[in-house]
């Protein structure tokens, strides 16, 4: 079956940051599937190369990986600059990378605060800058930032990090506004509650199963594989007039409330 060219990506070059696991691997291996060149980076050598490795079985051209600390400056340098050295351009980028401290705000240290909010945002917005420049160099590009359902409503006991992907939707919409006269689109996605290595300890305490799963419309959490619809539909043609939103993915989640009202109330 041939592929509808609206949604095709094939042949792009795709840079993933933070995608030797979870949310990232998952994008990543969806665009990897369907004939982009990806590459991936991540913090961690072994598990970046396994996930390569996984992947590269399952797609039509190798992935590439390079380690790469979004906190360090030099290194997204040098690696966007080995990339497009490489490739000859970065058609898009998904940034991923991402951490979080669950402690109520009193508790926050100020190394707990620099770690998420370094990496959400500041780490985010070096490596969107320098993907940036090569895109408005070349007058074309795409970037996709991962942002939370905390950009909407803030959930207790997490306030660096909601804070710093409040600041990453508002960087989403700062640089479509720029450099959208550059050819270059920039969007989000939101995803809602999903089950990836890093969550799962959380989500299997059966008060917070039920109550994630009585406030989805869809009645489960998510899975790291159902943003990669939403990746590849912002890094295709058909996403071409799409630039500066937050394409939510949480099963409805954000519709509104389920409340325990008594039937003999309603």
Known sequence: ?????????????????????????????????????VIITGRVAETLAKAAAAMSAQAALPVECYVCDVLNPIAIRETVAAVVQRHGAIDTLVQVAGVNRRK????????????VVGINLKGAFLMAQQVGQAMIARGSGNQIHVTSLNVDRPLTGV??????????????RALASEWGPAGVRVNGIAPGFILTDLTKKLWSDATMAEWGRINTPQRRLGVPQDLVGAALFLASPAAAFVTGISLVVDGGFSAGWSWPIPAESQ
């Open 1 to 37: 079956m041939s592929v509808d060219p609206l949604f095709d990506v094939a042949g792009q070059v795709v840079l993933v940051a933070g995608a030797s696991r979870g949310i990232g691997q998952a994008i990543a291996a969806g665009f990897a599937s369907r004939g982009a060149q």
């Open 104 to 115: 109520p705000a009193q508790e926050i240290t100020e190394e707990d605060y620099d770690t």
């Open 159 to 172: 306030a660096p990090y909601a804070m710093s992907k409040a600041g990453l939707q508002q960087m989403v």
